[in-house]
């Protein structure tokens, strides 16, 4: 049997590592632009010589390299580097006031941007909503801890995770007074709370109506996996009833929560800024970029002068110089950044004029590795620019990525995308039979009468992802 030994070797190997700055820049192309805010309100506070411009400073007060301290510049190597700030901290300045038809930022905007952000609401979750109802049902004080144990043990969905046996022993007491407390917490809003499976969750419902089912009851205690596939004809036999009252008692059930907690879920709403404004101004297409949440940065002047000043000691003027280059990064990044996303968006309204002009019935394929060649840039790079930005265009608010479709050549040699298809293929579930509704089969015989030629299997695809079911469970009984 041979030994097992540990032994050190050296290799060597390429390999391709992407610089801390160049990943700062990625995360910032990538960020949508109320996280890219926040990102930059972070670096404002890790970074001293990074600032934002007040609403009131001018163009004419960028540092500048005076000619008094050039000796100290060119002593530090970084004569260049201040130059380049400056000119930076130009462009930034002009590019930030562009297309804002000369109006300038003022305090007003700023207010208004807070205010924006602190007017996020905090929704009520679930377990503080059920607490409120326990503490005004005027429990003994074990009661009513024995209650927040349940009360914590029960999902988003509304139910009561884990088993009732362990919950009586964490709370050192019997099932039975446990069930006791349970039941209470069972009458508690939104009702069909903190049932432990889905069969009991819906009998609470039923219960709580005050109208009495029985056959409806019957069919969620003994028959609920043969309501999920619409057996009616089944359970219409095996309930020795007529198809219409079961019908009918399907019908109610389906007005039920299966998931009751959901409308106190503790997930705050989620805000949707577009980052792109298209407008039609006389006639043509005009891009806007909303930069209202970002704020202008600039390199601070202060700490500029002091690394001019000769008492400052080298390990302070190395500390600056490294935060300087860090600012200067960051102010380029963003400038980059707004620059990438507005050419993409100028080529997303170029090729899709005609989504503008008449909705998705005129949405045309376009890939991202087209619009990367026309930009100039790599098919990764357009994937991070897009991701969850949004563009405003007259026909609402859509996700950039929504215009990146693959293409369908029809009959006729026309070029269109598949979200026109699935709209078509919407249209048609939308507008059909109830009592005959349309199979795959029959769905892929009208795009062929309209030049579309697809598989069946293909239109099975598009019906999974428009959460359409099949043609069976759309049967109207």
């Known amino acids: 049997m041979q030994s097992q030994t540990l ?224 057996k009616f004809t089944d359970l219409a036999k095996a309930l020795k009833v007529s198809v219409e009252e079961v019908q009918q008692a399907a019908k109610l059930i389906s007005t039920l929560d299966p998931k009751p907690g959901r409308i106190y879920s503790g997930d705050v709403a989620t805000y949707i800024l577009a980052e792109i404004v298209v407008q039609k101004i006389n006639g043509e297409y005009v891009i806007v970029l909303n930069d209202d949440q970002l704020p202008h940065l600039r390199i601070s002047k202060n700490y500029i002068d002091i690394l001019k000043d000769k008492a400052t000691t080298p390990e302070v003027k190395s500390y600056i110089r490294e935060r300087i280059r860090s600012s200067a990064f960051m102010i380029k990044s963003i400038h980059q950044r707004q620059k990438t996303i507005y050419r993409i968006a100028a080529e997303i309204v170029k090729t899709q004029t005609g989504f503008l002009d008449h909705g998705i019935s005129s949405l045309k394929p376009l890939t991202m590795a087209e619009v990367a060649l026309v930009v100039g840039v790599h098919e990764t790079t357009v994937s991070r620019a897009v991701s969850g930005k949004y563009m405003q265009t007259p026909n609402g608010i859509f996700e950039m990525k929504y215009f990146f479709t693959p293409g369908i050549t029809t009959a006729d040699g026309r070029e269109i995308s598949n979200k026109t298809v699935k709209d078509i293929i919407a249209g048609l579930v939308a507008n059909e039979d109830p009592d005959k509704p349309l199979s795959d089969q029959e769905i892929m015989e009208k795009l062929k009468e309209q030049g579309i030629n697809i598989a069946r299997r293909t239109i099975a695809k598009y019906r999974l992802v428009l959460r359409i079911p099949p043609s069976h469970l759309r049967k109207s009984y």
């Open 7 to 230: 032994s050190l070797a050296q290799r060597q190997q390429l390999q391709m590592v992407l610089a801390p700055q160049l990943r700062q820049s990625l995360e910032m192309l990538q960020l949508p632009i109320l996280e890219l805010r926040a990102m930059i309100q972070q670096e404002i506070e890790k970074n001293p010589t990074l600032e934002e411009s007040p609403a009131e400073t001018e163009a004419d007060e960028t540092p500048q390299a005076t000619s008094e301290n050039t000796n100290e510049i060119k002593e530090l190597d970084f004569d260049k580097e201040f130059q380049a700030l400056a000119k930076l901290d130009d462009e930034w300045r002009d590019y930030f006031f562009q297309d804002r038809e000369n109006r300038p930022y003022t305090s007003d905007d700023a207010e208004k941007r807070q205010f924006f952000m602190d007017s996020l609401p905090q929704k009520e979750s679930l377990q503080e909503h059920l607490i409120n109802q326990l503490n005004l049902a005027g429990l003994p004080e074990n009661d009513r801890q024995i209650g927040e144990l349940i009360i914590g043990s029960i999902n988003d969905d509304g139910y009561v995770t884990g088993s009732l046996e362990e919950l009586a022993v964490s709370a050192g007491t019997d099932i039975h007074h446990l069930e006791d407390i349970l039941s209470l917490i069972q009458d508690f809003h939104p009702t069909g709370i903190a049932a432990r499976d889905l069969k009991e969750c819906l009998l609470i419902q039923l219960e709580r109506t005050g109208i009495k089912k029985p056959l409806a009851e019957t069919i969620v205690r003994e028959h609920l996996d043969k309501l999920g596939g619409k």
